[in-house]
């Protein structure tokens, strides 16, 4: 086993003093009140294309495209590919949603998506449900970040005595600098450090594209040995593909830290430029699943993977692969990219899971809490999310929140019918909504446990006779879209309405 | 008519791309293969740019009529 050298720490620890300063200044940057909810939720809702670009890159390119998704391409091949056709097609979808969600909450003052349920439906029933869905969903995302952060800190301490307290020890400090951060800067803490976690991310996945392959002879060596499973998807597998890539990309838009990033844009025409312009952001996170093929020809990087448990090899491949094929200094640096890729996310969804828990589950239990006290309520609970993903992932095994997030994808698209198809038709009743959605959650967790024989969650497609195997949360959707939109028809009927009846334009 | 027209390459903005991005048998092969990558891993990097191509025409083409967007907001 390798140990890391100072010419690794000092750089790391350089950068992260640089984070933790660029989180702090987020207080005086573009100046507002910060006890004002929509400044410390949404940085005042002004932030540019730019800033936008990076926010929501920061949102969606996160742990898991870091960990998660080259440690499937690693574990399983190239179906976990999906990740890059799955990216693509999301901000298709969030183009012809997300700029009139935008639109009709800078109008209403909407902070999450469960202030625009409950305005459009009037119903509380549905907009709790709708925020307990996302605050559930977001918990596994948040542990998953977390694991990201984890592999960084394995890699680096491997060798040295007492590593996993030292671990520990680490994420605790981490985590309390992030905590009080995001307490006194709000979004825009999370803006600045997102600028800074992406020129790291983006520098890594440049250099070990261009290095790697040259250092291994070309791409060809490592795809000459490896299963034909990692060259193309078996065809047992091409409908799974599909419909995860569908699902994914239906999902990730509902998720409410992206429909943070989304409400936090100044205005409609530069949220649709920097959503047009994120796939790009997909090409690095291609380079970053391909290192779960490449990492096969880099024999001491296989032989340092060797040295640990089979499950928890993949989640190390992206560190270990930058470890032993780059020079010690830009490993340091490198490493803190995918450090912070975790650390910044988190406090993003933690800050989502607060302004849904106040805004749409404590004001309906007590409507008349003080503006004053809705804001600590807030700030506090965010802190207090990020503690509990962190106890989660001290508690159980790292590969078991990978398996979590999978079920959050399930989850979480549920809300869809409510959420993307309420923005458009004015006739979704709320009477048929509620039921569709709480099958949709049932369905879904039932097929998830009975596909993995109600065992370690492992796998998240179902098979069924003659379509194949299928993304779980396809499936449920489907039921959860049929009642939906079956149970407004009929009612709507009863009352003599249309359903398309769309809103003139 | 016009407008009936702008919608449609709207749509076909947004429709192309997703639809082949959902079209895994298409892309779902070795060959041809770039500098020993294969295809399938290759074409859906390439396809990421190509994509944003088609989503930059739609948000430029929405972004045209400035003053319509305001008026979908006035409910």
Known sequence: MTT?????????????????????????????????????????????????????????????????????????????????????????????????????????????ASDFIKDKFGSKTLAVLVAITGIVSLLPYIALQIVGMQSVLIVMLSGITNSHTVQEISLLVAFVILAAFTYTSGLRGATLTAILKDIL????????IIVVPLSIGGFGTAFRDVKPSYVTVPNSLVTGYATLVLGSALALYLYPHAINGVLSSESVHKLRRSTALLPLYGIGLAIMALMGILVYAVPPAMNFLSHFPESSRGILVVPSLILYSMPP?????????????????????????????????????????????????????????????????????????????????????????????????????????????LVGIFSGTFMVEYTNHFGALTSSLFNIPIFGSLYIAVVALTFNLTISFGGSIIMNRKDGLALFQTKKQ | MKTKLRYVILA??????????????????????????????????VWLALCSGFYLGFARLMNGGKNKEEETVNR
């Open chain 1, 4 to 112: 890391i050298g100072l010419a690794t720490i000092i750089p790391f620890l350089g950068l992260f003093a640089l984070f933790i300063v660029l989180g702090f200044y987020g207080k005086y940057w573009r100046r507002g009140n910060l006890n004002d909810i929509h400044e410390w939720s949404l940085a005042g809702r002004k932030l540019g294309t730019t800033l936008v670009f990076f926010l929501l890159g920061a949102d969606i390119y996160t742990a898991y495209t870091f960990v998660a998704i080259p440690s499937g391409v690693f574990a399983k091949g190239s179906l976990y590919f999906f990740a890059i056709p799955y990216v693509a097609l999301a901000f298709g979808v969030a183009l012809v949603t997300m700029p009139r969600l935008l639109a009709l909450s800078k109008e209403k003052g909407y902070i999450t």
């Open chain 1, 201 to 208: 991310i983006w520098i890594t996945v440049v250099a070990v």
């Open chain 1, 329 to 437: 200094w830009f490993t340091g640096i490198a490493l803190l990219g995918i450090f912070i890729g975790g650390l910044v996310p988190a406090a993003i969804m933690a800050m989502s899971q607060a302004n849904l828990l106040t805004r749409n589950i404590i004001k309906e239990i007590r409507p008349n809490t003080s503006a004053s006290s809705e804001i600590r309520i807030t700030k506090i609970s965010s802190t207090v999310f990020k503690f509990v993903a962190l106890g989660f992932v001290f508690t159980i095994p790292a590969t078991y929140a990978i398996s979590l997030q999978l079920l959050g994808g399930i989850l979480i698209i549920q809300i869809l019918p409510a959420v993307f198809f309420g923005l458009y038709i004015k006739s979704l009743r709320k009477e048929a909504l509620i039921p569709g959605l």
């Open chain 2, 12 to 45: 076909l903005l947004i429709l192309i791309p997703s639809i082949i991005n959902l079209l895994t048998p298409l892309y779902n092969r070795r060959l041809p293969e770039f500098f020993g990558m294969p295809f399938f891993y290759w074409f859906q990097t």
